[in-house]
């Protein structure tokens, strides 16, 4: 498969668009960077091939409808943060079909970890915010991605957030993936994922939380060496908490990645929405916060200012001497105002009153300090000296805070003036909130005794929305997801008994036809999907003796003909030959044993006291058991496991609390129908072994 991209050959076109260039390939088709000519808009176009003649024409095929399903799903949605699908179409001539949607440049967010972008917190708040308002969307829609990583979240150069590749998407409503497919990427799987239970919107939550997770942290919040150890780890095992201010890791996440990742769906995010909101809500606070630090470091620099002082003391002494005493400056005029100068002259007799005469200074004092100790003359002090007057910062930002209080005060003062709601009225519509809620709840247990899960689980999920803490109605929404499951479960069962039903017939047609090799193979049909089902191993018996009788009346019919050949040749003919006893060697093989279903039975004296086992037949996983016998001395598993007929490949996988045991075992095996072969699995130390006998 991974030389399928490689067979798709150079083009220039694809229906209207122009092939401009190669973008890059995948496992089973490439990208290319093409324009529309009659609109000149450029468009991503990816491409798939069709099968080769000897290619595995069920792989291709399940390839093609994941690829036309990812056409069909992101073809319905039209929202900022998901790729446009614009066309979708096939080129006959060679057999490519092809997807045409919007032209994104930028990066992916797992390009930009590789590169070791950094991300500031609001800014991881935003993007996943976006992220998730956009999975709101879609699941509105009725469709769930099932693929949430950060290889399909991509960042354009001018900063918005796109989703792509709804590749492995599930419409709700349809039956294009199979419950318990194991599709998506091990490492951002949700529980249920692993487990192969039924998918909602609240699984790309999980895997949300899981990118979420690793923007903030740079790792995966479950890893392993494989795929055994990640899934025991999502469902079982918490993440490491990752909250660290040396990190720049803000506390803030902690809660909305603990509810991202509830193991339980009930216990995550209901909706897209919640989580975006959350998200917004601690942006919010991030930036609250960075305006704050930014303020607090404006009035720490402003504190630390020094104090503005007055320069040459010495002349203004002198200059107030001598104004004290009538008397001028030296070459300035008391009416002119120097712009060179740090000080307004002082008026010192606005009125025009004579001023008194000036006592004699006292012997040996200088007759400048003795004009500064003297009382000042009556006169009011003049007002433009106060402005031009030097101002501690820390004054000034005082004055700042205390209008800053006043401002905040009229503001309190009005809202406590704007009149209160009356305690009857908020009464009444609590109560009518709680009635209306009651009456949807009436209305989904109604609907839930007439086995309509699907619509009451509509109902109580709509009402655990507006009330989470409403018991009765999370108890009837786990009851309507299990009467969901059983139906899900009763409608594969019963699809999957009309398809052996339709095995058997055909197969007990061909038999009277008597078509036995067809009668065999749709017979082994039949027991691949229900090996143990009566009827198929009644037709494979029947079909195998057939077979058998055929082919004995061919050798006798041969003998005989060989007896008369050798009789008109005059040679001596065996008894056998003649149709007495049979001579040696020429008995006729007896036929051979009827056939059936073949059965493992698995054993594992477990020395540990709990782990996880999981054994694949062919590649298919047909075992899964979680052990945990709460003994430090272990215990033993045993269990059956049913296999068809013929050359087997198993896998066994066992994962256990320590890392450091390598619990991985292939094995291959032959069952001829009807065998009962054991499956003996050894854990000894950190060496574990697996043997079929």
Do not use: C
């Not at 991509?154 to 590749?167: A, E, H, L, N, R």
């Not at 006292?362 to 500064?372: D, I, K, N, R, T």
């Not at 009788?549 to 040749?569: D, G």
């Amino acid at each position: 498969m991974s030389e399928r991209a490689d067979n798709i050959p150079k083009l220039s076109r694809l229906g209207r668009f122009e092939i401009l260039s190669e973008l890059g390939k995948g496992a089973m088709g490439v990208v290319y960077l093409a324009k529309d000519p009659s609109i000149g808009r450029l468009v991503a176009i990816k491409t798939i091939r069709a099968s080769a003649g000897d290619e595995d024409d069920s792989e291709s095929r399940e390839f093609r409808e994941r690829f036309m399903r990812e056409a069909q799903t992101a073809g319905i949605l039209s929202h900022p943060n998901i790729v446009t699908i614009y066309d979708v179409g096939e080129d006959k001539d060679s057999g490519v079909s092809f997807i045409a949607m919007e032209y994104i440049e930028g990066k992916t967010i797992k390009a930009l970890l590789v590169d070791r972008a950094g991300f500031a917190p609001d800014q991881i708040a935003d993007i996943i915010g976006q992220v998730a308002e956009a999975l709101d969307y879609a699941h509105r829609k009725g469709i769930i991605h099932r693929d949430v990583k950060p290889a399909n979240i991509m960042i354009t150069t001018d900063g918005k957030v796109k989703i792509t590749d709804f590749g492995i998407a599930k419409v709700a409503s349809s039956n294009l993936t199979t419950t318990g497919q194991f599709l998506g990427t091990p490492n951002y799987m949700s529980p249920e994922q692993v487990t192969g239970a039924p998918v909602d919107g609240r699984s790309d939550i999980f895997s949300l939380g899981v990118v979420l997770y690793e923007m903030l942290s740079r790792k995966k919040p479950f890893s392993g060496e494989n795929l055994t150890t990640i899934s025991y780890k999502i469902v079982h095992e918490n993440y490491a908490p990752i909250a660290d201010p040396s990190k720049n890791i803000p506390g803030e996440f902690d809660a909305i990645l603990s509810k991202a990742l509830a193991k339980d769906p009930w216990n995550r995010f209901q909706r897209g929405k919640d989580l975006a909101l959350a998200l917004y809500q601690a942006k919010a606070r991030f930036e609250e916060q960075a305006i704050f630090q930014d303020l607090g470091t404006m009035v720490s620099s402003a504190e630390n200012l020094p104090t503005l002082k007055l320069e040459n003391l010495e002349d203004v002494a002198r200059q107030g001497a001598a104004e004290a005493s009538g008397g001028a400056r030296p070459g300035v005029d008391h009416d002119e105002t120097h712009p060179s100068s740090p000080h307004v002259p002082i008026e010192t007799n606005p009125l025009g009153e004579a001023p008194a005469a000036a006592a004699a200074p006292p012997e040996g004092v200088p007759a400048e300090a003795a004009a500064l100790s003297a009382p000042a003359p009556a006169a009011p002090p003049a007002g433009p000296s106060v402005w031009h007057a030097a101002v501690n910062p820390k004054y000034w930002w005082g004055i700042v805070g205390l209008a800053v209080i006043a401002v905040a005060a009229v503001v309190i003062g009005l809202k406590l003036r704007i009149p209160k709601a009356e305690p009857a009225k908020a009464a009444d519509e609590i109560n009518r909130v709680q009635l209306a809620l009651e009456q949807q709840f009436a209305s989904g247990r109604d609907l839930y005794q007439k086995g309509r899960y699907a619509d009451s689980l509509a109902i109580f999920r709509a009402i655990l929305q507006k009330d989470p803490s409403m018991k009765a109605a999370r108890q009837y929404s786990q009851m309507a997801e299990e009467g969901l499951r059983n139906e899900e479960s009763k409608k594969a069962d019963q699809a999957k008994a009309a398809l052996v039903a339709a095995h058997i017939q055909n197969g007990r047609t061909a038999l009277e036809q008597k078509n036995f090799d067809a009668a065999l193979s749709e017979a082994e049909a039949a027991l691949n999907i229900d090996a143990q089902n009566p009827e198929a191993v009644k037709l494979s018996e029947d079909a195998r003796r057939s077979i058998a009788n055929v082919k004995r009346a061919e050798l006798k019919k041969a003998e005989k003909k060989k007896a008369q050949t050798l009789a008109r040749a005059g040679q001596p003919q065996s008894r056998g030959a003649a149709g007495g006893a049979p001579a040696a060697g020429a008995a006729a093989r007896p036929a051979p044993a009827a056939a059936g279903p073949a059965t493992m039975r698995l054993t594992f004296a477990s020395p540990i006291p709990k782990g996880y086992l999981m054994v694949a037949v062919n590649d298919l996983i047909v075992y899964r058991k979680n052990f945990d016998f709460g003994k430090k001395d272990g215990g033993t598993v045993s269990d059956t496991i049913h296999v068809a007929a013929g050359a087997v490949s198993v896998k066994v996988w066992l994962t256990t609390p320590d890392p450091t045991i390598k619990g991985y075992q292939p094995l291959t095996a032959t069952f001829a129908g009807g065998d009962s072969r054991s499956l003996t699995l050894t854990l000894q130390g950190k060496k574990f072994s697996a043997k079929i006998s």
